[in-house]
Structure formats: structure tokens, C-alpha cells
């Protein structure tokens, strides 16, 4: 299965810490994206990261890639109580459509 | 630009009574998807459309239907809803472009069967 598995289920920190979030996959991949999901709410694109890339920045997240682990990294700086939500991971292969995990689940206390 | 839009947000059955959930999307997106939304299950796709006129089964399709007349809109039917269809129903849809495909989602139906 093509279907992102990430790490840890739930995280809990405090504003201005870091967070940071693992995705596993099994199959190669030709990209890997990450999206967040507040309460609720449908989910939000937040990041693509390519099979031939290793790092990525957009603001505060940062991804890396390690196709030779088969794992992605998201990280969230200086964290605010307004990232607190389910970040998923989606990675995609041949077909192209993404598959999403179970998701982490990121508390961040003011 | 209004996005992906859902209709009902809300909806209760009773077990054995048919509806419809009605995904709208104002993008021209090509792919269209139905997904539900379980507590620790995460998103499982049910059934998903590369373009109008055609649909295809995802990763738990049975008990569901669905039909793509138009381009922008994406229809998933329960024809005898099961207290196992209890969930969140989400749509989104997207373009496919250099092997990229970015999904944007509605906001969601939550749907019970008593």
C-alpha cells in the first residue's frame, strides 16, 4: 500500500516550541505531501516535497525526504496555538493520487 | 471562487433509508474524490472520478454509488444506509500536472445512521 503512516498519533507542546512529525511509506514515490487539518474542517495543503528532493521550506515548516528510509519529516518552528491540528501525510506513486494515514494529532498549549 | 462546496453539512438516517451527497467544485478540476472520515481510521478513499462521465472504486467502495454527469459535480449516494456508514464524508477535487496531484477538500458532511 501506497498509504503514509505517521508519527507519533498525538503531540503536545508548548507556544514557541518545535514540532516535529514522521511519515513512513512502504512503495517508491514520485512526491510526498503533507496537509493539516483543523477541527472539523476539511484538509489544508501545506507543503510537496518531490521524490528527487531532499529538503523544503515554506515559512515555518521545513520537510525533508529520505527515499532511502522511505520517510518524511515535517517540522513546525516556533509553534502558536493556532497550529494546534491533524497533520497528515500523502505520499503518491504511479497513479499519482495521493493516500492519506491516520494522522498526528498537534496540541500546542499557550 | 467558492472551491469545494458540500451539500447537506448535516444529515441523520435511519438505518435502510437512501440519500445523496452532493460535492460541488468551481476549479474545472479534472479528479474528483469521496472520502470518509472514521475516528482513528483516518481518510479511506471510496470511490474517486479522473473526468466526467467516469468513476472508479477506491479503498472501501461497497455500499456506496456514485455518478460524475458533469464535470463539476460529484455525486455519492447510500442507497440502504447501515449504522456503519456512521462517518464524515469529505469531496475534493484536483488537477494532475507533472505527477502532482493537489487535493482540495470541502468542509465535510457528517452523516448518522441510526
Known amino acids: 500500500s501506497q498509504q503514509g503512516e505517521e508519527d507519533p498519533q498525538a503531540l503536545s507542546i508548548q507556544e514557541g516550541e518545535n514540532a516535529t512529525m514522521n511519515c513512513s511509506y512502504k512503495?517508491?514515490?514520485?512526491?510526498l505531501q503533507w496537509y493539516r487539518q483543523n477541527s472539523g474542517r476539511g484538509l489544508v495543503h501545506l507543503i510537496l516535497i518531490r521524490s528527487n528532493e531532499r529538503e523544503k521550506h515554506s515559512g515555518r515548516l521545513r520537510v525533508t525526504l529520505d527515499t532511502s528510509k522511505k520517510s518524511s519529516s515535517l517540522l513546525i518552528t516556533a509553534s502558536r496555538a493556532a497550529d494546534t491540528a491533524s497533520y497528515f501525510c500523502?505520499?503518491?506513486?504511479?497513479?499519482?493520487?495521493?493516500?492519506f494515514g491516520r494522522g498526528t494529532s498537534l496540541i500546542v498549549h499557550p | 471562487n467558492a472551491g469545494v462546496t458540500q451539500t447537506p453539512k448535516f444529515r441523520v438516517l435511519k438505518t435502510g433509508q437512501s440519500m445523496t451527497l452532493l460535492c460541488a467544485q468551481d476549479m474545472n478540476h479534472e479528479y474528483m474524490y469521496w472520502y470518509r472520515q472514521d475516528p482513528g481510521m483516518g481518510l479511506r478513499l471510496i470511490h474517486y472520478s479522473v473526468g466526467e462521465g467516469t468513476t472508479a472504486k477506491g479503498e472501501v467502495p461497497d455500499g456506496y454509488n456514485v455518478s460524475r454527469l458533469k464535470k463539476q459535480n460529484f455525486l455519492l449516494g447510500l442507497e440502504s444506509a447501515a449504522p456503519s456508514q456512521t462517518s464524515v464524508y469529505f469531496c475534493?477535487?484536483?488537477?494532475?500536472?507533472?505527477?502532482?496531484?493537489?487535493?482540495?477538500f470541502g468542509p465535510g458532511t457528517r452523516l448518522t445512521v441510526l
Open positions: 475534493a477535487s484536483s488537477y494532475q500536472t507533472s505527477g502532482i496531484d493537489t487535493q482540495y
Open positions: 500523502a505520499p503518491s506513486g504511479g497513479s499519482y493520487i495521493p493516500t
Open positions: 512503495t517508491s514515490i514520485n512526491n
